[in-house]
C-alpha cells in the first residue's frame, strides 16, 4: 500500500510520508546508475483501440494484516512491533489511534469475502501475521489458533471462487524479534524462513500465489530514519543500518524462494516473488540537463536497489557498490558501509522469482541535490523530489497524485531492464477523507487501467493482473485512519463495522463483467499528462529518452 515514494504507511516507524523519507529514497536512488543505451521503444500508433483486457486477466484488491484484522491479542497472538509502536508512542499516529480493533476482520473475514464477492474480483491478496502463528517470532511457539483462523479465511474465499494471494510479511515483525534488532540483525533471516515453511505446509495446498515481503526498499529506509521508536540504540547507525536491513531482507526471500522449491513446489505448484515499490521519475526541469540525468539515475536506482539482485545479477547494481565503497573509505571507514554478498550468496540470490510483483502509486520530479554531510542514505549521492503540481493531489495524503503515464513508462522501463516478466501490479490505489461519491479514486482507477492497457497492447508488457489497495478502509499505518484508499467505506466509530461500498466499487463491478476500461477514464488520462507541462508548454525529454 502506498507513496511518492508512497512511505508513510509502509513504514514501521514513520511519520505520515513525510518529503524527508522521500528524500531518503532518492538519496539512495542516485546512487545507481544503469546505462541509457537502448531504453524502451516508443509509443506505436493508438488508433482502433478497445480498451478490453484479455480472458484470464485478473483484477483483485489488497489489505494487509495489522491494518485490518483487530483482535491485537486474542487467542494466543503475541504483539508486533506496530503494537508497541502504538501503545508506547502514540504520538508517531496521526489522529492517536490503534489497530487493536481496526476494522474487525478477524470477526468479518466474511464480510471481507463478500466486498470481494460482489466486485466481481478473482482474488483477494492480504497478509499473514507473523506474531499470529508464531507469538514470539520463532518456530518453537506455532500457534494453533492462528493457523485455524487463516484456514477459515482462505476456505472461505475458494469458497466464494476467490483466489488467495498470500503475503508473508507485511511489516508486522514480532516485538520479541524487534527487541533483538528485527531485521538489522541477521538472526531475522532464519527466523523468516521457518515462519514461511510453516505458512507453505498449512496453506500452501490452496494458496497458489505468494508474496514474501512487502517492500522491503521502505522498510530500509524505516529503521534508517525513524528508528528510535524502536528501543535499539544500534539502529541510528545511519548510512549502515538500511543497508544491512536491505540484505537480510533480500537473503530472507531468497532463502524462503528455495526452501518453497526443494520442499513444496512440485507438490503445491505456487508461484513465488516480492513487493517492491517503484515510483516514477520525471525531471524538476524538462530543460536541466542535470535534471534529466538525475531523472534516469532516480528511475534505475528505484528498480535496482532489489530488482537486481532478485532479477538480474545476484548482487546489488555495480555503481551502487563503487559509489557507497568510496563514499566510505573518504568518510574514514575501512569497509564499505554497504555489505557484501558471498559468491555462494549470489548464487542463490540470483533468478528467485516466479514473477514481477509490483506496487506503483505516483510519478515525482526530481533534481540534483548538494552533498550531505555524514554517512547516510541522504548522503550518498542525493537527489530530492517534489510533486508533480499540475495533477490533482490526495486530500489526505499529500504524496500522491493522479499520475498513470508514470504507470506505463515505469512498465516499459521494466520490461526494458528485466525482459519479458510477467508482471502482476500487486497495490494501485488512491487515498481520499471517507467519499462514498468517491470520483477522485474511480478517476484514478480507470486512467491507470487505460495506462496499464496501453503497456500491455502498445508496449508489450507482459501484465497478467491488477490489485486494488484497498478493498475496504482501514488503518493506514501512521496517517491512523484520517486516509481511506478503500473500495468500501468502513465507519471506524461503529462497532459493527459495517462495510459500505463507494462510487468506486460500483465501477470496479463494472470493469471485471465487462473487462473494458469506461470510455471516460480512456479520455480522461490525456489529461493528467506528463508530456505537457502547463508552466512550460513543453514536453519533458524522458519520453524523448525513452524512445
Known amino acids: 500500500m502506498q507513496q511518492m515514494v508512497r512511505m508513510t504507511h509502509k513504514l514501521n516507524f514513520t511519520p505520515s510520508r513525510p518529503e524527508v523519507v522521500t528524500m531518503a529514497m532518492c538519496a539512495l536512488i542516485a546512487v545507481m546508475v544503469l546505462s541509457l543505451n537502448g531504453r524502451v521503444s516508443g509509443d506505436q500508433s493508438e488508433e482502433n483501440l478497445n480498451y478490453t483486457f484479455p480472458e484470464g486477466f485478473m483484477f483483485g484488491a489488497a489489505t494487509a ?91 472461505n474465499l475458494i469458497a466464494n471462487n476467490i483466489t488467495p494471494m498470500v503475503t508473508i510479511f507485511h511489516w508486522d515483525t514480532p516485538k520479541d524479534l524487534q527487541d533483538l534488532g528485527g531485521w538489522a540483525n541477521d538472526i531475522i533471516v532464519q527466523a523468516f524462513v521457518e515462519y514461511a515453511c510453516v505458512v507453505f505446509e498449512k496453506f500452501g495446498d490452496r494458496v497458489k500465489w505468494w508474496i514474501t515481503v512487502n517492500e522491503p526498499q521502505m522498510q530500509s529506509m524505516a529503521y534508517e530514519r525513524y528508528s528510535s521508536v524502536s528501543h535499539n540504540p544500534n539502529m541510528m547507525s545511519r548510512g549502515i543500518v538500511g543497508y544491512t536491513t536491505a540484505r537480510n531482507y533480500i537473503l530472507a526471500h531468497a532463502l524462503a524462494y528455495r526452501e518453497y522449491v526443494k520442499k513444496f513446489k512440485k507438490s503445491q505448484n505456487g508461484k513465488i516473488s516480492l513487493s517492491m515499490e517503484i515510483p516514477w521519475f520525471e525531471p524538476l526541469d524538462p530543460n ?49 558501509r554497504l555489505p557484501k554478498f558471498s559468491p555462494e550468496e549470489k548464487k542463490l540470490i540470483k533468478g528467485t522469482y516466479d514473477f514481477f510483483a509490483l506496487n506503483y502509486y505516483s510519478t515525482s520530479l526530481v533534481t540534483p541535490a548538494e552533498n550531505l554531510s555524514g554517512p547516510s542514505l541522504f548522503a550518498d549521492l542525493g537527489v530530492k523530489t517534489t510533486k508533480a503540481w499540475w495533477l490533482p493531489i490526495s486530500n489526505s495524503s ?20 528485466y525482459g519479458d516478466l510477467e508482471i502482476v501490479i500487486t497495490e494501485n490505489g488512491f487515498s481520499d477523507e471517507g467519499e462514498i461519491d468517491d470520483e477522485m479514486r474511480k478517476t484514478y482507477i480507470g486512467t491507470h487501467l487505460a495506462e496499464i492497457w496501453k503497456a500491455m497492447y502498445i508496449d508489450g508488457v507482459n501484465v497478467t493482473g491488477y490489485t486494488v489497495w484497498s478493498s475496504i478502509d482501514n488503518m493506514e499505518w501512521t496517517n491512523g485512519y484520517t486516509a481511506k484508499f478503500g473500495l468500501y467505506y468502513v465507519n471506524f466509530t461503529d462497532p459493527a463495522r459495517p462495510r459500505i461500498p463507494k462510487a468506486s466499487s460500483y465501477m470496479m463491478k463494472e470493469i471485471t463483467s465487462t473487462h473494458k476500461v469506461p470510455q471516460k477514464y480512456v479520455d480522461l488520462a490525456a489529461d493528467f499528462s506528463l508530456d505537457i507541462r502547463p508552466e512550460t508548454r513543453q514536453k519533458p525529454v524522458l519520453e524523448t529518452l525513452l524512445n
Open 288 to 336: 536541466s540537463a542535470e535534471d534529466k540525468d538525475a531523472a534516469i539515475r532516480a528511475n534505475d536506482a528505484a528498480l535496482g536497489w532489489f530488482g537486481e539482485p532478485i532479477f538480474g545479477s545476484g548482487d546489488f547494481p555495480e555503481i551502487m557498490k563503487e559509489k557507497i565503497e568510496y563514499l566510505s573509505k573518504k568518510q574514514g571507514f575501512p569497509w564499505s
Open 65 to 155: 494484516a495489522y491494518q485490518i484484522e483487530g483482535a491485537w491479542n486474542v487467542d494466543g497472538k503475541g504483539p508486533s512491533v506496530w503494537d508497541t509502536l502504538v501503545h508506547d508512542f502514540p504520538g508517531f499516529i496521526k489522529d492517536n489511534s490503534t489497530g487493536d480493533d481496526a476494522a474487525k476482520s478477524y470477526y468479518l473475514y466474511k464480510e471481507d469475502a463478500k466486498v470481494l464477492k460482489d466486485m466481481g474480483m478473482d482474488y483477494y491478496r492480504f497478509s499473514i501475521s507473523w506474531p499470529r502463528i508464531m507469538p514470539t517470532g520463532f518456530a518453537n511457539n506455532i500457534s494453533q489458533e492462528g493457523i485455524n483462523y487463516y484456514n477459515k479465511v482462505i476456505n
Open 398 to 417: 499529500t504524496w500522491l497524485t493522479v499520475s498513470p503515464q508514470g504507470c506505463r513508462r515505469l512498465l516499459r522501463f521494466i520490461k526494458k531492464t
